[in-house]
């Protein structure tokens, strides 16, 4: 992924950012290698678009510095600097034809006529729209606007390209559509995509690395296995996946010491008499179905745990995922009330240190 | 519409007194140009040209129709560059007493002229110690004009997403560039209504323009009030009415026509 020695195609030096008297980026580094896929998760109002305006120079930083392949340009304005973006709303130019958009770039910086109508109509093939070119913005689907904007920016040859939530517009099934075509277009451009979301299934699916936002810091950069398997805190536990967080006199009780203990919901076994065999030291425990939760190729068990509460005194449940193998006889909402036995493998335990979390995080179901 | 029969047939009735009450003034006065009596005697016993071809040869009222239509296109010219140029900055830029700064930019169209044109006058003579005349009108229309302009400006822009003028910077356009080939075209035709506004305001004003003409300028308005008492120029005025309905007609149509078109393209965007 990132090869030491080589510079890196962005640089993120303890950037802050701070609106009056609100902090919404405290102090951020990173380093985004050339040609990665590199994603910005958190919750909204966690910095992560205002680090990405920081990028595309449309906000000056209250402290630290930004560097492009090796190169200073916080000071730069940003017609001055080497990035496009893809914006939220895509802020296509309502007045010109999708042709007239994609050349705007190349229209600015005085490209002859022939070379630049050829270039827009190659951008434009690279994001499937090879249609519709005399056609105003308004007169375009959301999923075509998208591509418009995405071929406007790739236009230009830049060497990082900067997404804000391109998707967030488009409903579900055209946003995986668009998902696995991003993957494909940046494969193929082969260029530094910094993509913003607060979708952590996008992030996920989608990135070779993640940077985890809260509070206008970085909580974590990994890779989407490593963010999944070793969250490095409650809070990127939490956002990333379920969290099944077990701390307090429950942890003691559970996992037998002290700690911020977290268990994936897919590891955990429920009634694992049938199939304990293979379950040779696992931790286990008893508690009563409250909510079942029905996914089609998979049911949620929400089960509280007969041990003390938490950290926060309230009583522990843990989510447990369980594939719909063999229940078309029984309906799994039945189940609800039923004394259960859960177990898991101490190797599936994550251990997220010894503090307890200062709050609970919000919590984001994979559906 | 879920609308009763009667309630339709009141309204009807409402909108049909309403228009009568306006337009049939409006409409003596075309058909009186026409008329033959000098008095206007009712019915028309006859039909003319005369009094157009009377009015065509007033020296006073060509003159005064030539300062009117100088003025107001000067009056315009400034309140497009000003007012623009004032809604750019309120709407973009974020300041100390931007509010404070709005409100004293829309007040003059709310003052009372006469209290505008007493202040005018007293600042131009005694203040500046300037001689009342063309200039001094245009300044004093401009006062009022450019709340015109500037208002259909800074509704535009407010609908208009600040995202477009950053992604022209993003795709390597400079400011003014940005203004040029973004900004510009998409404020085009708010631009456009507000001028006919403020150039239909300043053709028609007559108490500012006393207080701040002097006694050699005379605009059309001001040429017609002193005309009107004299009884062998009223066929004359009445022509020169009868003209005005016209000339007002079309910047008005122009301009509403313009602001509806816009309001689909702008709101139809992404």
Redesign the interface.
């Given at each position: 992924m990132r090869e030491s020695g080589q510079t890196p195609s962005i640089r993120l030096v303890d950037l802050a950012k701070d609106f009056g008297s609100v902090r919404a980026v405290a102090g951020v580094d990173l380093e985004i290698a050339d040609g990665e896929f590199f994603s910005m998760l958190g919750p909204s109002g966690s910095g992560k678009t205002t680090v990405l305006r920081m990028i595309a120079g449309f906000e000056p930083p209250t402290r630290g510095r930004i560097e492009l392949a090796g190169a200073d340009v916080t000071d730069d304005p940003p017609f001055a600097r080497d990035v496009n973006t893809v914006f939220q709303d895509y802020a296509l130019f309502p007045h010109m034809s999708v042709l007239e958009n994609v050349e705007y770039g190349l229209r600015v910086k005085k490209v002859a006529r022939a070379e630049r109508r050829r270039r827009a109509v190659e951008a434009l093939e690279t994001v499937r729209l090879g249609e519709h070119v005399a056609r105003r913005p308004s007169q375009l689907s959301g999923g075509q606007r998208q591509r418009v904007a995405l071929a406007r920016a790739l236009v230009n040859r830049p060497k990082v390209l900067l997404l804000d939530e391109p998707l967030g517009a488009l409903d579900l099934k055209l946003r995986r559509e668009m998902q696995i075509e991003l993957k494909q277009i940046q494969r193929e451009v082969g260029i530094t995509f910094v993509f913003v979301t607060h979708d952590q299934e996008e992030a996920l699916t989608l990135s070779d690395r993640i940077a985890v936002f809260n509070d206008g810091r970085v909580q974590q950069v990994a890779t989407p296995r490593e963010l999944y398997e070793q969250p490095g805190s409650a809070f990127v536990a939490g956002f990333v996946g379920t969290s099944n967080l077990l701390d307090g006199p429950a942890a003691r009780a559970v996992i037998g010491r002290d700690g911020v203990f977290s268990i994936r919901p897919e590891k955990i076994h429920l009634d694992p008499a049938a199939d304990l065999g293979g379950l040779a030291g696992a931790h286990t425990v008893e508690g009563v179905v409250r909510e079942v939760v029905y996914l089609g190729s998979a049911n949620h068990y929400v089960v509280e745990l007969d041990v003390p509460g938490g950290s926060a005194g309230a009583s522990t449940t843990l989510t447990v995922l369980r594939q719909n193998l063999d229940t078309a006889a029984e309906d799994p909402a039945e189940r609800r009330g039923d004394r259960v036995r859960l177990a898991w493998l101490p190797e599936h335990v994550i251990e997220l240190g010894t503090a307890a979390p200062v709050s609970t995080p919000t919590t984001q179901e994979s559906a | 519409m879920t609308m009763s029969r009667g309630l339709r047939a009141f309204l009807v009735g409402c909108t049909a007194v309403v228009l009568t009450i306006v337009y049939v003034p409006l409409a003596l006065v075309l058909l009186n140009s026409f008329n033959v009596s000098k008095s206007f005697a009712w019915p028309p016993s006859g039909l003319t040209l005369r009094w157009w071809q009377a009015a065509g040869h007033s020296t006073g009222a060509r003159h005064a129709l030539l300062v009117s239509v100088e003025v107001g296109l000067l009056a315009t010219a400034v309140s497009l560059v000003l007012g623009t140029m004032a809604a750019l900055a309120l709407q973009r830029a974020r300041f100390f007493g931007r509010n404070a700064v709005s409100l004293l930019i829309i007040l003059p169209i709310a003052l009372p002229g006469i209290v505008t044109g007493l202040a005018l006058n007293n600042a131009f003579t005694s203040l500046f110690g300037l001689q009342l005349g063309f200039f001094t009108i245009v300044v004093a229309h401009a006062t009022f004009c450019i709340v015109t302009v500037f208002n259909n400006v800074q509704a535009r822009l407010r609908r208009m997403?600040e995202?477009?003028e950053?992604?022209?910077?993003?795709?390597?356009?400079?400011p003014f560039?940005t203004f040029r080939?973004?900004t510009f075209?998409?404020l085009r035709s708010a631009l456009l209504a507000g001028g006919l506004l403020a150039f239909a305001l300043s053709f028609d004003e007559i108490i500012v323009t006393t207080f701040t003409a002097g006694g050699h300028e005379q605009t059309l308005p001001i040429w017609i009030f002193q005309n009107l008492f004299r009884p062998n120029q009223t066929p004359v005025v009445n022509v020169v009415a009868a003209a005005l309905i016209v000339l007002s007609a079309v910047p008005i149509w122009l301009a509403q026509r313009l602001s509806q078109e816009v309001e689909g393209?702008?709101s139809?965007?992404?």
């Amino acid at each position: 992924m990132r090869e030491s020695g080589q510079t890196p195609s962005i640089r993120l030096v303890d950037l802050a950012k701070d609106f009056g008297s609100v902090r919404a980026v405290a102090g951020v580094d990173l380093e985004i290698a050339d040609g990665e896929f590199f994603s910005m998760l958190g919750p909204s109002g966690s910095g992560k678009t205002t680090v990405l305006r920081m990028i595309a120079g449309f906000e000056p930083p209250t402290r630290g510095r930004i560097e492009l392949a090796g190169a200073d340009v916080t000071d730069d304005p940003p017609f001055a600097r080497d990035v496009n973006t893809v914006f939220q709303d895509y802020a296509l130019f309502p007045h010109m034809s999708v042709l007239e958009n994609v050349e705007y770039g190349l229209r600015v910086k005085k490209v002859a006529r022939a070379e630049r109508r050829r270039r827009a109509v190659e951008a434009l093939e690279t994001v499937r729209l090879g249609e519709h070119v005399a056609r105003r913005p308004s007169q375009l689907s959301g999923g075509q606007r998208q591509r418009v904007a995405l071929a406007r920016a790739l236009v230009n040859r830049p060497k990082v390209l900067l997404l804000d939530e391109p998707l967030g517009a488009l409903d579900l099934k055209l946003r995986r559509e668009m998902q696995i075509e991003l993957k494909q277009i940046q494969r193929e451009v082969g260029i530094t995509f910094v993509f913003v979301t607060h979708d952590q299934e996008e992030a996920l699916t989608l990135s070779d690395r993640i940077a985890v936002f809260n509070d206008g810091r970085v909580q974590q950069v990994a890779t989407p296995r490593e963010l999944y398997e070793q969250p490095g805190s409650a809070f990127v536990a939490g956002f990333v996946g379920t969290s099944n967080l077990l701390d307090g006199p429950a942890a003691r009780a559970v996992i037998g010491r002290d700690g911020v203990f977290s268990i994936r919901p897919e590891k955990i076994h429920l009634d694992p008499a049938a199939d304990l065999g293979g379950l040779a030291g696992a931790h286990t425990v008893e508690g009563v179905v409250r909510e079942v939760v029905y996914l089609g190729s998979a049911n949620h068990y929400v089960v509280e745990l007969d041990v003390p509460g938490g950290s926060a005194g309230a009583s522990t449940t843990l989510t447990v995922l369980r594939q719909n193998l063999d229940t078309a006889a029984e309906d799994p909402a039945e189940r609800r009330g039923d004394r259960v036995r859960l177990a898991w493998l101490p190797e599936h335990v994550i251990e997220l240190g010894t503090a307890a979390p200062v709050s609970t995080p919000t919590t984001q179901e994979s559906a | 519409m879920t609308m009763s029969r009667g309630l339709r047939a009141f309204l009807v009735g409402c909108t049909a007194v309403v228009l009568t009450i306006v337009y049939v003034p409006l409409a003596l006065v075309l058909l009186n140009s026409f008329n033959v009596s000098k008095s206007f005697a009712w019915p028309p016993s006859g039909l003319t040209l005369r009094w157009w071809q009377a009015a065509g040869h007033s020296t006073g009222a060509r003159h005064a129709l030539l300062v009117s239509v100088e003025v107001g296109l000067l009056a315009t010219a400034v309140s497009l560059v000003l007012g623009t140029m004032a809604a750019l900055a309120l709407q973009r830029a974020r300041f100390f007493g931007r509010n404070a700064v709005s409100l004293l930019i829309i007040l003059p169209i709310a003052l009372p002229g006469i209290v505008t044109g007493l202040a005018l006058n007293n600042a131009f003579t005694s203040l500046f110690g300037l001689q009342l005349g063309f200039f001094t009108i245009v300044v004093a229309h401009a006062t009022f004009c450019i709340v015109t302009v500037f208002n259909n400006v800074q509704a535009r822009l407010r609908r208009m997403s600040e995202s477009l003028e950053e992604a022209s910077a993003d795709l390597g356009a400079r400011p003014f560039t940005t203004f040029r080939l973004v900004t510009f075209p998409l404020l085009r035709s708010a631009l456009l209504a507000g001028g006919l506004l403020a150039f239909a305001l300043s053709f028609d004003e007559i108490i500012v323009t006393t207080f701040t003409a002097g006694g050699h300028e005379q605009t059309l308005p001001i040429w017609i009030f002193q005309n009107l008492f004299r009884p062998n120029q009223t066929p004359v005025v009445n022509v020169v009415a009868a003209a005005l309905i016209v000339l007002s007609a079309v910047p008005i149509w122009l301009a509403q026509r313009l602001s509806q078109e816009v309001e689909g393209a702008v709101s139809a965007a992404p």
